[in-house]
């Protein structure tokens, strides 16, 4: 089965996926810990990561407000591609 660069899905390949994957989630971790945007609910006091919660709005408490998880999700998602990539250009050219 030949993949989107012309080279087929060998051990080598597999093993760098699975690496970059990593790299995705690790950065995701370290997104969500430092920068994603968190509120507290005006009603339970719970901390959540949604601009509404028990029907009432939420209070900014940490974080970037414009980074919300599926924010977060995304840019760590598209690093994790773009540098598989990269990496694997400098490899097959």
């Not at 899905?9 to 760098?16: A, D, P, R, S, V």
């Not at 950065?27 to 005006?42: I, K, M």
């Not at 900014?60 to 990496?87: K, R």
């Amino acid at each position: 089965m030949l993949l989107g660069f012309g080279q087929s899905m060998g051990f080598h390949n597999i093993y760098l996926d699975f690496c970059w994957r990593i790299v995705g989630f690790i950065l995701d971790s370290f997104l969500g810990a430092t920068v994603q945007a968190r509120f507290t609910c005006q009603v339970c006091g719970r901390i959540v990561e949604k601009r509404s919660h028990c029907g009432r709005e939420t209070d900014h408490s940490s974080g970037l407000s414009i980074m919300g998880n599926d924010f977060v999700n995304f840019i760590s998602s598209l690093f994790g591609a773009t540098i598989a990539v990269l990496f694997r250009f400098s490899l097959y050219g």
